[in-house]
């Protein structure tokens, strides 16, 4: 028989970088009345975040950030938002940070994602749990089939495949998450610079091969890296996503449903109806 108890979740370390992504997921916490401590990155952390219990660290004070998270007593770490690629030269580590840079160094050597799990393995070490962000929030993650009131028909069905098997290629390559392709043409594949440069490129095309307003034609998938660490760097979309591909021409925006994040889905679904974008979607092969 069940006592009924519910069990507290622990007190959350939000290491906490650029964009909206880490104040939703502090304002989750504060909503589901979660214990939250803020590490807010110098540099790249929202000022929005300044309105929680927390304290600021430099991308390379391991140390500090370790005897913070303690301190506040948190268990759980998740790490959230955008953070450029360190210079590695220019960083000013504490003792910690100093003792894991020659591993993170070699780590970045072989791409983002082993930086990122070399980052995920210090905590860890630390005795912290990692939870993703989908796991602070469970509404984040794109569901299977279409957003809001535009579907893809058949002319689209193509694309769709394409764009989302090279997304998953460059993904393999730790070289980006997404793909834009239109009428069969690949037009653009994400970098280093991110979606919304990607989508900037592609408006700058001829619009005869990537459409128009009056015509729409083209997609962008998006496809987490085939063997990335699923706990942290998952891709996003988000209103601006929508925004930018509709400004490029396309006719919708795809992603391989549980495996990419929407920030504020009734904002992006409202945007989709507004512009005539379709945003669906599409099971993991």
Same mark, same amino acid.
């Given at each position: 028989?069940?006592? %009924?108890?519910?069990?507290?979740?622990?007190?959350? @370390?939000?290491?906490?970088?650029?964009?909206?992504? *880490?104040? =939703?997921?502090?304002? =989750?916490?504060? /909503?589901?009345?979660?214990?939250?401590?803020? #590490?807010?990155?110098?540099?790249?952390?929202?000022?929005?975040?300044? !309105?929680? !219990? @927390?304290e600021e660290a430099g991308l390379a004070e391991l140390g500090r950030c370790i005897a913070l998270l303690r301190k506040a007593g948190c268990e759980a770490v998740c790490f959230? %938002?955008?953070?450029?690629? *360190?210079?590695? &030269?220019?960083?000013?580590?504490?003792?910690?940070?100093?003792?894991?840079? *020659?591993?993170?160094?070699?780590?970045?050597?072989?791409?983002?994602?082993?930086?990122?799990? +070399?980052?995920?393995?210090? +905590? !860890?070490?630390?005795?912290?749990? #990692? !939870?993703?962000?989908?796991?602070?929030?469970?509404?984040?993650?794109?569901?299977?089939?279409?957003?809001?009131? $535009?579907?893809?028909?058949?002319?689209?069905?193509?694309? #769709?495949?394409?764009?989302?098997?090279?997304?998953? #290629?460059? @993904?393999? /390559?730790?070289?980006?998450?997404?793909?834009?392709v239109a009428a069969g043409l690949v037009l653009a594949v994400e970098a280093q610079e991110g979606t919304d440069a990607l989508l900037m490129r592609c408006a700058a095309l001829?619009?005869?091969i990537r459409g128009d307003a009056s015509a729409r034609l083209g997609v962008l998938a998006k496809a987490p890296k085939p063997v990335q660490e699923r706990r942290v760097d998952?891709?996003?979309? @988000?209103? &601006?996503?929508?925004?930018?591909?509709?400004?490029?021409?396309?006719?919708?925006?795809?992603?391989?449903?549980?495996?990419?994040?929407?920030?504020? =889905?009734?904002?992006?679904?409202?945007?989709?109806?507004?512009?005539?974008?379709?945003? $669906?979607?599409?099971?993991?092969?």
């Amino acid at each position: 028989m069940s006592s %009924g108890r519910v069990t507290a979740r622990p007190k959350l @370390g939000l290491i906490a970088g650029g964009g909206e992504l *880490p104040v =939703r997921l502090a304002r =989750r916490a504060l /909503h589901e009345a979660r214990p939250l401590f803020v #590490i807010r990155l110098n540099g790249f952390a929202s000022e929005a975040l300044t !309105e929680f !219990e @927390g304290e600021e660290a430099g991308l390379a004070e391991l140390g500090r950030c370790i005897a913070l998270l303690r301190k506040a007593g948190c268990e759980a770490v998740c790490f959230a %938002g955008q953070v450029d690629r *360190p210079d590695f &030269s220019q960083l000013k580590p504490d003792l910690r940070g100093l003792k894991a840079l *020659p591993g993170a160094i070699a780590a970045a050597r072989k791409g983002d994602d082993a930086l990122l799990r +070399f980052l995920v393995g210090e +905590f !860890e070490k630390e005795g912290f749990a #990692i !939870e993703g962000a989908q796991a602070v929030d469970g509404d984040l993650l794109l569901p299977d089939g279409p957003l809001g009131a $535009v579907t893809p028909d058949e002319a689209h069905a193509a694309d #769709i495949a394409k764009a989302l098997a090279i997304a998953r #290629i460059m @993904g393999a /390559h730790d070289i980006g998450q997404g793909a834009v392709v239109a009428a069969g043409l690949v037009l653009a594949v994400e970098a280093q610079e991110g979606t919304d440069a990607l989508l900037m490129r592609c408006a700058a095309l001829p619009a005869a091969i990537r459409g128009d307003a009056s015509a729409r034609l083209g997609v962008l998938a998006k496809a987490p890296k085939p063997v990335q660490e699923r706990r942290v760097d998952l891709p996003t979309l @988000g209103v &601006s996503t929508i925004e930018k591909a509709a400004a490029a021409g396309l006719a919708g925006v795809v992603g391989e449903a549980g495996a990419v994040l929407v920030l504020d =889905r009734a904002g992006v679904i409202a945007a989709a109806d507004r512009l005539g974008l379709f945003v $669906v979607g599409v099971p993991a092969p």
